[in-house]
């Protein structure tokens, strides 16, 4: 039996958590949770929203996250709210990625079909992590 759109929510958040938490073995835990072929975008990315089309770009994506950021000290999803909608395959998730000193609210919409992502949209404040990560400089310079 295939993971539902809520349970394939849950194990996304616990994997981002786990990774920002320094552990690299999500990465690939991470990418299993997308189809082959899928339609990942941020639309309120400040470079743009660059779609994410592939199993292994989502790896990349995963890959190149954080790092280890002393200012994401205490990482973790919290206030999480999964709302189902009337298609069994979509969920809308409100939450909050909290850690010490910082709260950034989340919207996630999320199209799961036989236990795997084929479609999301992440909003989430991408500024705000960037000043958490302390790569604001690199962002503003890629702005210009």
Request: net charge negative.
């Amino acid at each position: 039996m295939p993971r539902t759109p809520t349970e394939v929510f849950h194990e996304l958040v616990d994997g981002v958590e786990r990774l920002v938490g320094g552990d690299q073995s999500q990465v690939d835990r991470l990418a299993a949770l997308y189809a082959e072929q899928t339609d990942v975008r941020h639309p309120m990315a400040p470079l743009g929203d660059t779609p994410l089309r592939t199993r292994e770009e989502l790896r990349r994506h995963f890959a190149a996250g954080p790092g280890d950021s002393p200012g994401l000290t205490g990482f973790h999803a919290a206030d999480i709210r999964v709302h189902e909608t009337a298609d069994p395959e979509v969920v809308v998730a409100e939450f909050t990625y909290r850690g010490e000193g910082f709260a950034v609210p989340c919207i996630f919409v999320l199209r799961v079909r036989d236990g795997l992502i084929v479609e999301s949209r992440d909003y989430t404040a991408h500024l705000e992590f960037a000043r958490l990560a302390g790569r604001l400089d690199d962002l503003f310079e890629a702005l210009r």
